[in-house]
């Protein structure tokens, strides 16, 4: 359920772009931008606003990994699983590290909202692997206990 006030800076979206309907993903940008992710309420209310289909909202926010429809953690941290960094452990690394942030099997962020971990493909830095991102700071050659190190600095007192 939207508040007025959400509504209002909805309504200050739609207007900025016109509505129009070659402003689908800055729109959804903006939303994202907005709320820290995209929630269903918000793309119904634009779509419905733009005069648009609301699944031609859906269909352009599922098709790029840039758009995350779930809350996200206020630290994010991007784990490479490309065949160098997985050679290297990444995959021993993703675990600990969810684990150790409590974040649910099956799920990306942690309960208190405080980490998301986001597993990818490849990060394009295989020379410099295991590679983790923190907060879009790239840390290579990355072992548990350096992971932890930078962990602990992210951790609310």
């Not at 070659?22 to 994202?32: E, G, H, K």
């Not at 429809?69 to 969810?98: E, M, Q």
């Not at 099997?105 to 830095?125: I, Y």
């Amino acid at each position: 359920m939207l508040t007025s006030e959400q509504v209002n800076k909805l309504e200050e979206i739609c207007k900025r772009h016109n509505k129009a309907q070659s402003a689908v993903i800055p729109v959804l940008q903006d939303v994202q931008e907005l709320f820290g992710y995209v929630p269903e309420d918000a793309v119904n209310f634009v779509a419905d606003s733009m005069g648009m289909p609301r699944s031609h909202f859906f269909g352009v926010a599922t098709f790029y990994a840039q758009f995350h429809f779930k809350p996200r953690g206020k630290n994010i941290i991007t784990a490479c699983s490309g065949t160098a960094c997985h050679v290297k452990g990444s995959g021993r690394l993703i675990d600990n590290l969810a684990r150790e942030l409590g974040i649910p099997e099956g799920e990306e962020t942690s309960r208190d909202r405080q980490f998301t971990l986001e597993k990818v493909n490849c990060v394009g830095a295989c020379s410099i692997a295991p590679v983790i991102i923190i907060n879009k700071e790239v840390h290579g050659k990355m072992s548990s206990d350096k992971l932890m190190k930078e962990i602990k600095k992210l951790r609310p007192e």
